[in-house]
């Protein structure tokens, strides 16, 4: 059968696109639903019968209806390389698109029964004795939902159950974007709160008029412009009201087609590891034989890359490198999922942000070879262009599903979490850090340990590496200053791509050896990253209707991502291969000068102090590896959890930005760190409420995010400020024996919790008696030196403290009078507020200066 594969991953990728249909349909028995004669009639073949003689997973009728009805039909029809294998007789080929996506709970062949271990795998469960319940309450469930719960039950917060908790947030039933009110979960505290039919129909209305805007001319662009269209509908959408209502259905579609690839592949090559039953149609995989392997990379060195430069006239290249970062990993995924012996697509991806990325792959000695081989290459290319200041490692672990036990085995490992096969693989990437160059030390030698060759009145440090070069440029070509910065070419190519990202919508990607004089004449900027070309266009150059770009026909195996929107659909380029989606970058936006210019940091300081801020996530690797309890353990649920921290902090921190626009920058964003600098104020504030949206996003407080900042002169060399940021993260790391929570700035670690709010509220109190001349700014000294004698263990602090407050508000005012007493209790009180109360005549005094 022609392009079997594809054929497989498209089947396995619309196996319960029925789901989404069915609710937004009739009842399988109301004689007013969309169904055809035929969808019903075909229900015997392949729906199984429940305990009650019903037919259970009633969505395949409906995701048989989604091929045979319209507009569906007609643009499946189109695709030349589908149309020959769409339709066909069982009798003549079972193994047909529908018939894969259909047949998965009763299954009829081994194509249609890989699918079906693909289903289990995915959800991590096996349900061949389940069958959804479609009405009345589940266990532990404390809503009596009703007949028609699954139209009802929606996508609980993959959050509610991190740690054992037992939060009820869910999101609502609208298209991927990044606004509050559709991607925000709120609390389900009656059926009310729920979903409906209409919901649904509204959903699905729009994903039908979409969906004939893909793109026909090939199978690999299609599928993939699928994946982001399922994407932007159906990340809101349980997989299952019963057992995975917090994982989406477009995680669980995602990761069973990527199974149902890596178990075929494996299997043509190793059919003998299988068992086949011919009586109940089941495949099973024989003990010890891992048809999957679970691929991993991890670039090092991103934080010293990003703002370790040698000069502060470099620093215009952070954002640039930063976007680079992004480019590099893109890359890299697109040089794997795209070379001849593996040729995957983006559905393989489990996770990729903030420097590594995770993808299921066949554990097959071509996929493996292949990977070998590409790690060489990346070593190589990497070492060249960055002289080891970034390094990536890669690693992989073979494994499988066992349906008899739900446990995984992996490697020598037998009966293991899901967890534990993470931690292997982190614990392997970590291992490689440790033998970084391995492959350079025995192959060039002299490279790394030769002096670089230049010589001559021409060679300069470069501002940014600090690395002497006889080829380097001004970063700036417009710099005036007598002394300007120089940096090697492939740092002034970061320059540029951070300045002209601000005006970029989409990023066109392909393989290096093919260019167009339209692209590099009419694209904003163009690098080429790997061997992969980035070409950076504004909306206009690619959606009007007279562009150039529409009529070119060599761009192959392109791809067109819009950055941080969802209307992807909108550019249709001539051409085979292409495929379109989208992606999410925090800090795409910068602040401008009224000259329309990036502002420099002194610009964003405003004659200030600058602040630069570093948080991430407490504990997100024991989140990955232990938060899920076995009962929610599974790939799609993984899969969850990673998109909607990459929806937070690639996404939705662009929103809050927008209150900052003018003073807070976003240099680096991904995964769940956040690396932002700008007006020292500012830069409190907007870690605030990252702090506060992040626990709304997520349903809880308890799950936090620690936050260091470092304020210093708008002049002071911003390496150094990045380094005092990053000591302050770990003292909030630290904060509280470990339990961290905390956000550190003006040299003080507090929790965010139980004081943050305690240290504001007083420093607008000193604030608003100092600004209205109801009491002197010299108490904010006296408090602060109070604070020292306490650390010094002066036992005099007491005494000092009492007798200053009683004689600083003789002769005052009553609100000077009343503020002072309520000092001196809290004094009293506890001895830690000695710390915060000090910290908020700190935080005043730099308000007062700010005024």
Known sequence: MKNTREILFLGALLHDIGKFYQRADMLF????????????????????????????????????????????????????DLNVNLYDKDEVNPDGLINLATNHHKPKTIMQAIVTMADWWSAGIDRREANELENGKYKGENIDWGKSRYKQIPLYSVFNQINNGNYKYAFPLKPLCLDKDAIFPKEIKEKNDGLSQESYNKLWQEFKEEFQRLPTNSLNGFIESLLFLLKKHTWCIPSNTMDMANVSLFDHLKTTAAFADCIYEYYDNHPDDFNWNNSDYRLTIKEGKHPVILVGGDVSGIQKFIYNIASRKAAVSLKGRSFYLQLLIDSVIQRIISHEDINANLGHIVY???????????????????????????????????????????????????????????????????????????????????TKFKNLLINKFSDLF?????????????????????????????????????????????????????????????????????????????????????????????????????????????????????????????????????????????????????????????????GVLRMDVDGLGDIFINGLSQTHKSFSAYSTLSFMLDLFFSGYLNKIRKKY???????????????????????????????????????????????????????????????????????????????????????????????????????????????????????????????????????????????????????????VKQFCSKLQIQFVNNRRNYDLIALAARWTEYEIKEN
């Open 450 to 610: 030769e002096p670089i060759p230049c010589s001559g009145e021409k060679v300069k440090v470069c501002a940014v590496t600090g690395i002497e070069s006889d080829v380097l440029e001004k970063i700036d070509d417009n710099q005036n200053s007598d002394d300007p910065a120089y940096v090697l070419p492939i740092v002034k190519e970061q320059a540029l791509l951070g300045n002209k990202l601000k005006d970029a919508d989409y990023i066109l990607t392909f393989k290096s050896g093919w260019s167009s004089d339209y692209l590099n004449r009419k694209s904003k900027f163009n690098i080429e990253i790997l061997d992969i070309n980035n070409y950076l266009f504004d909306k206009i150059d690619l959606t009007k209707e007279e562009a150039d770009f529409r009529t070119i026909t060599s761009a192959d195996t392109t791809r067109v991502k819009m950055i941080n929107e969802m209307n992807f659909l909108a550019p249709q380029i001539k051409g085979q291969g292409i495929s379109y989606g989208f992606q999410f970058y925090g800090g795409n936006e910068q602040a401008k000068n009224p000259n329309g210019k990036l502002k420099t940091f002194e610009e964003l300081a405003g004659g200030s102090y600058f």
């Open 29 to 80: 028995s109301d004689k007013y639903n969309q169904l055809s004669d035929f969808s019903k009639n075909i229900a015997n073949d392949i729906c199984p019968v429940n305990e009650n003689g019903r037919f259970g997973y009633q969505h395949v009728v409906w995701t048989n209806e989604f091929f045979e009805g319209e507009p569906f039909k007609s643009v499946f029809k189109k695709l030349e």
């Open 661 to 815: 626009a003018d003073t807070v920058n976003i240099l680096y964003s991904g995964g769940d760190d956040v690396f932002a600098v700008g007006k020292w104020d500012s830069i409190i504030n907007f870690a605030e409420d990252v702090r506060k949206e992040f626990a709304k996003f997520i349903g809880r407080d308890d799950i936090s995010i620690s936050a260091g900042i470092a304020i210093v002169g708008e002049k002071f060399p911003i390496a150094k400020a990045a380094q005092l940021a990053e000591i302050a993260e770990k003292n909030a790391k630290n904060f509280n024996n470990g339990k961290k929570n905390a956000i550190c700035f003006f040299g003080e670690t507090i929790s965010w919790k139980d004081e943050f709010d305690f240290v504001k509220s007083l420093k607008d109190e000193f604030l608003d008696l100092i600004k209205n001349n109801q009491m002197p700014k010299a108490i904010l000294h006296k408090v602060m030196l109070f604070n020292e004698m306490q650390k010094r263990k002066d036992v005099k602090y007491i005494w000092h403290t009492a007798y200053y407050l009683k004689r600083f508000s003789d002769g005052k005012k009553d609100e």
């Open 352 to 434: 990729s942000s903030g420097g590594r990325f995770y993808m299921l792959l066949p554990n097959t000695d071509k996929v493996k070879n292949a990977i070998e081989e590409l790690k060489n290459n990346f070593e190589n290319e990497l070492w060249e262009n960055h002289y080891g200041k970034l390094v990536l490692n890669i690693d992989f672990v073979p494994f499988s599903f066992n349906n008899a036990n739900k446990n995984i085995d992996f490697e020598d490992c037998r009966g293991k979490q899901l967890g534990d096969l993470w931690k292997h693989l982190a614990d392997k990437l970590t291992a490689k850090k440790n």
